[in-house]
């Protein structure tokens, strides 16, 4: 499974957890969503900068 579903799961285990009443699951899973949501737009921003530089320097 990549990086993105991974957020995803944790971002609707948060809403779950949040819709339950268990704040602190909400919380710890949403912080965890976040980290890897920003994992997944910093590794896709330098790719697509990788990708630039590859087809200018060709």
Do not use: E, H, P, Q
Not at 18 to 24: H, M, N, Q, S, V
Not at 27 to 45: E, K, M, N, P, W
């Amino acid at each position: 499974m990549d990086l993105l579903t991974w957020a995803i799961i944790f971002a609707v285990i948060a809403i779950v957890a949040g819709l339950f009443g268990f704040t602190g699951i909400a919380s710890g899973a949403a912080s965890i969503a976040r980290i890897l949501f920003f994992i997944v737009v910093v590794v896709f921003v330098l790719l697509l900068v990788f990708s630039f530089l590859g087809a200018i320097v060709i």
